[in-house]
T-cell receptor
Framework: GIQVEQSPPDLILQEGANSTLRCNFS?????LQWFHQNPWGQLINLFY???GTKQNGRLSATTVATERYSLLYISSSQTTDSGVYFC??????????FGAGTQVVVTP | NAGVMQNPRHLVRRRGQEARLRCSPM?????VYWYRQLPEEGLKFMVY????????ESGMPKERFSAEFPKEGPSILRIQQVVRGDSAAYFC?????????????FGSGTQLSVL
């Protein structure tokens, strides 16, 4: 199956700092999504981004499908950004594989 | 439009009992996925279903676990004769038709604790 690797595994940020999270995948994919799991366990879909760049407020994402990676940018981080960020990739018949996640802690 | 609904939120079972986890997808969604998450770990794919069909069950243990998504009613993940190692959070996700090119939406999960 497709291998998904996320880096870094852990990230500690001061409030207001910017950061970049990376997702590498081992094969061509039809679908790539970023999720945020908050400290209460809820999974929120941040981006559906199989290619190109998207922005949503302080968050943006870029996927370079030909080079098999995606980046999630967090700007001006806030304590509410804390949690685990997952990258998930899907193949042509719809099965999604998740990376191990990046644990983000934003300190005041 | 209600989101993906999972129940119960918490389920406690003794070893050897059966656990039944329910998932109602978002309205209009005909694709359902089940994932398992152990503490401090990522989500592990278990099974992918469409109405009345299992599309991919490659992540499901061969014994004691089964899943269905009937024509009417919620998707059910069933675990027979539970063991302590089954304790985990089980998440359900749904997407519209053509899941390969659609967003996934998750429920709040069921936390299964096996005593």
């Amino acid at each position: 199956g497709i291998q998904v690797e996320q880096s870094p595994p852990d990230l500690i940020l001061q409030e207001g700092a910017n950061s970049t999270l990376r997702c590498n995948f081992s094969d061509s994919v039809n679908n790539l999504q970023w999720f945020h799991q908050n400290p209460w366990g809820q999974l929120i879909n941040l981006f559906y981004i199989p290619s190109g760049t998207k922005q949503n407020g302080r968050l943006s994402a870029t996927t370079v499908a030909t080079e098999r990676y995606s980046l999630l940018y967090i700007s001006s981080s806030q304590t509410t950004d804390s949690g685990v960020y997952f990258c998930a990739v899907g193949n042509s018949w719809g099965k999604f594989q998740f990376g191990a996640g990046t644990q983000v802690v934003v300190t005041p | 439009n209600a989101g993906v609904m999972q129940n119960p939120r918490h389920l406690v079972r003794r070893r050897g009992q059966e656990a039944r986890l329910r998932c109602s997808p978002m309205k209009g969604h005909s694709h359902v996925y089940w994932y398992r998450q152990l503490p401090e770990e990522g989500l592990k794919f278990m099974v992918y279903l469409q109405k009345e069909n299992i599309i991919d069950e490659s992540g499901m243990p061969k014994e004691r676990f089964s899943a269905e998504f009937p024509k009417e009613g919620p998707s059910i993940l069933r675990i027979q004769q539970v063991v302590r190692g089954d304790s985990a959070a089980y998440f359900c996700a749904s997407s519209p038709e053509g899941a390969a090119n659609e967003k996934l939406f998750f429920g709040s999960g069921t936390q299964l604790s096996v005593l």
